[in-house]
């Protein structure tokens, strides 16, 4: 009997429940392209434009920093930012648990950085964090080292499946290294720059805006740690810091660097500090300090020594402030170089008992002798004379201290820069009255020290001191700085027989300036030994030993201020310990900026009288 015939399902309702089932898949599929290429196109663009498209800062070229005949003292090399994309670290990207230990672990010796730290920068506890920065101006030998030893293991992962390229996720980004060419060499003035970038002090710090310029931006798409060349990028360039020219001359500025130093070292002193000046122009040709520090290295550097003590320090003057005394007692005609003045051993005054620094029976000088001499009673006497009471000479004695500039800003606009401490003339104490005529009792710097005696020399005219001759844009055009204030203090006449007088002081044999002369040269000088407020205990504790003066005394060109803080070995005199470093100084002014001798006589002023 044959089998009986199969019989075939109809297939049309089987064909239309597949044509159904391909319908709805196809209109999942529209759905969701209209959805992504309509309803949410621009989100998903923007994510893909986030994930595809990297933007990096362009440092700008910070402006280079010379002196005042062009000698590079501060200059910027090529450097690099080390950064890295945290993302291109996950595990779905590498493929391992350990990518960032393994990566901080090829880096650490090569950045000189702990392991943990780079860890913890490439694993951050914000996940979709794409930018960190590992380390700042590195060399470019240090990125050529990690950029190498980025493309062998790129090479190795691309035969080895096994090995992961766990530096593919960082990158460097093109900036600069700010290089101190001369070390330590007026450091103080300099300054330095921060990790940020910034000036940190001194000059870098003042004209920070100036030498910064402006940074630039670059975007471009990248995959895999690498740009898309085809794809294309846009720039905004940077602008490049202006350069900025110093009135500092950096032979002069070594000389008067090296010869505190040497000091300091001898005295085993605090510190101190050189200032020499242009007495016509007001510019500074040398600010040095020591202790000082090289910028190059502030791992190094002690925190104490990295200002500029020479605009920052406050502290009393001693006889050098005798200057401004003598210039109110002639300005005011109270008296003149060859009024007889009787000085006894001691002077009671208020409620003490004044004295000279050395014991002596009753001294005959002139006014001239009283300064040659250096002589605290005789200068409490002149000044006494300033008025018909006390309340009175304190009155002007006061107006002419703040003429010279003290208690006010000397106009530098150098940071940190302090003004001193004058209280008014009504509030001075009982012995102020007595101690501020020859320098005790008030406070300055040695910027504003050096300023008195240029005032003097320079006819008593007061210009304010300037360290900025100007600043050179990208474009080479020079904008020079703006001209300094210049206020008269004491009239010409007075400023000259202050000359004078200042002479007797380093050539009359009687004077205490001796050891400042210069073979050829006529010198005006003065000397100062004061006692000391310790800062740490704000007790008298030591002294401040000084000098300061111009030269030629007759046609004066150069200042300069020489201040030793606290010498605890052998003289602490200022005429012994900061004379020689005036002459040394002074001398090598003179021959670096060529100024002859005048070969006029010197007016020898008498020094003491016969009674």
Known sequence: MPPPPIR???????????????????????????????????????????????????????GGITDRNGVALAISENAYDITADPTMFAVKQLKIDDGPEQA???????????????????????????????????????????????AALAKKAGTDKNTA????????????????????????????????????GGIEQELNKQLSGKDGKIRYAQSGGREVPTVGSTETPAVPGSDAELTIDRDIQWAAQNAITQQVRKSRADRGYVIVQDTRTGEILAMANSPGF?????????????????????????????????????????????????????LHRGDRLFQDDVDHDTWYLTLNG??????????????????RTQQEANKALYSYLRKFGIGTSTGLGFPGETRGILAPSGKWSTSQQYTIPFGQGFSLSAMQAASVYSTIANGGVRIEPTLVRGTEGADGRFTPAPQPKKTRVVSEK????????????????????????????????????????????????????????????????ITVYCAIQNATSGSYYGGQICGPIYKQVMEFALKTLQVPPTGAKAANLPVTYKP
């Open 8 to 62: 075939l399902g109809r297939p049309r309702p089987r064909l239309r429940l597949v044509g159904l089932a391909l319908t709805l898949v196809m209109l999942a599929f529209v759905v969701r392209l209209l959805q992504v290429q309509a309803v949410d196109a621009s989100a998903y663009a923007a994510k893909a434009e986030q994930n595809r498209y990297v933007v990096h800062t362009i440092a700008a070229d910070r």
């Open 104 to 150: 901080a672990a090829l880096l650490a010796p090569i950045l000189n950085q702990d392991q943990a730290t780079i860890v913890k920068k490439l694993r951050p506890e914000n996940k979709l964090s794409r930018y960190t920065r590992l380390a700042t101006r590195q060399t470019p030998q240090v990125w050529k080292q990690i950029r190498d030893l980025k």
């Open 165 to 200: 390229n766990v530096l593919a996720g960082v990158f460097a980004d093109p900036s600069s290294q700010r290089v101190y060419p001369n070390g330590d060499l007026a450091a103080g003035v300099l300054g330095w720059v921060n990790a940020d970038g910034r000036g940190g």
């Open 294 to 346: 090289d910028p190059n290295d502030l791992a190094k550097a002690d925190g104490e020594a990295m200002g500029n003590a020479a605009v920052q320090d406050a502290y009393e003057p001693g006889s050098t402030a005798k200057v401004m005394s003598m210039a109110a007692v002639l300005e005011e005609n109270a008296a003149t170089p060859l009024t007889h003045v009787v000085v006894p051993n001691r």
């Open 370 to 387: 009283v300064l040659a001499k250096s002589s605290n009673i005789g200068t409490i006497l002149a000044t006494g004379q300033l008025g």
């Open 494 to 557: 007075t400023a000259a027989t202050l000359a004078q007088m200042l002479e007797s002081v380093v050539d009359d044999e009687q004077g205490t300036g001796i050891r400042a002369r210069i073979p050829g040269y006529r010198v005006a000088g003065k000397t100062g030994t004061a006692n000391r407020v310790d800062p740490a205990t704000g007790r008298y504790r030591g002294y401040t030993s000084s000098f300061a003066g111009f030269a030629p005394a007759d046609n004066p060109r």
